[in-house]
């Protein structure tokens, strides 16, 4: 059904159109020195919903916690390598904008403070040291998260403000890899086999803090 679809005159028009937002998804944003798993990134987003939300209302609320209820979809985790948005984009599909909420802090202690409730959430440990001794379960706390969990009326949620309208958390994770917050790419170095193998001694007994990836081949051999 697809086989013709390059000859379209309307689907290439659609093509020329949107090529713009259609050629980010090659983008490379930054680079990933480690696996990151689902849950990691899922974590990660919930820090990067309060980071933003420090940054835009810091000023203006008292933000207990960032974090949302977060599901990765399919490639799932993140591979050691460059960073393409759209492996952001296969992770974090779904295009909820980020909001600032008003809670109860009953509702705050059941749907966001409990560990039972599948929610990837991110507080400061001296926020939750606070919260943790003086939750006022009738007062109104501010949270930073998306729409999707906004809109559930189970959270007992009030939307306050919007970040916007076209930032989501693929788009965090792009800005946050960009940073350099996943890790730098290494320029390959050459090694010699006495030096590879002091590297893997190092390793082997806990000395040696910095990931490596050996890879390549003997280009001379020397008596």
Do not use: M
Request: a negative charge; charged letters at 25%.
């Amino acid at each position: 059904i697809y086989d013709n679809c390059e000859k379209d005159p309307i689907v290439n028009q659609l093509l020329e159109k949107y090529a713009d937002q259609i050629s980010i998804a090659d983008q490379v944003v930054g680079y990933n020195e480690t696996f990151r798993s689902s849950d990691y990134l899922c974590d990660k987003v919930a820090e990067l919903y309060y980071q933003a939300g420090i940054e835009t209302w810091g000023k203006q609320y008292d933000i207990a916690l960032g974090g949302a209820f977060l599901q990765a979809r399919s490639p799932y985790d993140l591979a050691v390598g460059d960073i393409k948005y759209s492996d952001l984009h296969g992770i974090f599909p779904f295009d909820n904008p980020i909001v600032l909420c008003a809670i109860s802090g009953s509702k705050l202690q059941s749907r966001f403070l409990n560990p039972a409730d599948r929610y990837h959430t991110y507080i400061p440990a001296d926020v939750y040291a606070d919260l943790s001794a003086n939750l006022d379960y009738n007062a109104t706390y501010y949270i930073v998260t998306d729409t999707y969990t906004s809109t559930y009326a189970a959270n007992g949620l009030t939307e306050v403000e919007r970040y916007d309208e076209i930032t989501f958390a693929r788009d965090l994770l792009a800005e946050y890899a960009k940073a350099g917050g996943f890790g730098e790419k290494q320029e390959a170095q050459f090694k010699t086999i006495p030096e590879l193998l002091a590297i893997c001694e190092a390793l082997a007994y806990n000395e040696e803090s910095k990931p490596y990836l050996v890879e390549g081949k003997i280009t001379s051999i020397s008596s």
